[in-house]
């Protein structure tokens, strides 16, 4: 595991897991949220964004995590490992809702400087119908990337249980 894709709904954890595998492994950790937000959530343009992900992406070593579709093939192709956090819609809105509190008033470490822990109905509502979106299109992708080990955990007992096994 040397370049390592996370993806799955905002809640799931993708940001804690890059960061306990960062530890774990030594591996440097790219948040996509960085690459594409800037102070006072405004977003760079998505020329700005290909630039910044192609950086990370010629890295020989990485841990990348968050979904962004519209890059998600150029990922898919350098990546050796992809982690699918596959959590059930309460999981990932107990999640959101968690850091959410836990992040009030303050900037998560996997965000950029300027960009406050938010958390509004329309992001509650892309939470909620992130599965029913989403599943089939990951699903698809992963069963096409087949030079890559893909591995999907349903729940934080097994994401847990995978960190242990490292």
């Avoid at 050796?80 to 819609?89: A, K, M, N, P, S």
């Avoid at 008033?105 to 400087?113: A, E, I, S, T």
């Avoid at 698809?140 to 080990?149: D, P």
Wanted: proline share 2%; hydrophobic share 40%.
């Amino acid at each position: 595991m040397e370049r390592i894709l996370i993806i799955g709904c905002s809640g799931s954890g993708k940001s804690t897991l890059a960061r306990a595998l960062r530890e774990k492994l030594g591996l440097p950790v790219v948040h996509l949220d960085q690459l594409w937000w800037k102070a006072g959530w405004k977003n760079v343009t998505q020329e700005e964004f290909d630039s910044r992900l192609a950086m990370a992406l010629n890295m020989d070593r990485w841990i990348i995590d968050g979904n962004y579709s519209r890059t998600m093939e150029m990922r898919l192709e350098k990546c050796d490992t992809i982690l699918y956090l596959d959590f059930g819609r309460w999981a990932c809105l107990w999640g959101a809702l968690s850091r959410y509190l836990q992040n009030l008033g303050k900037v998560r470490p996997d965000m950029p400087d300027g960009c406050t822990e938010r958390l509004d109905w329309g992001h509650l509502k892309f939470i909620w119908n992130f599965n029913k979106n989403n599943r089939v299109r990951n699903d698809t992708w992963i069963g096409k990337t087949k030079h890559a080990k893909a591995i999907v955990l349903k729940n934080r007992r097994e994401v847990r249980q995978f960190l242990e096994s490292l």
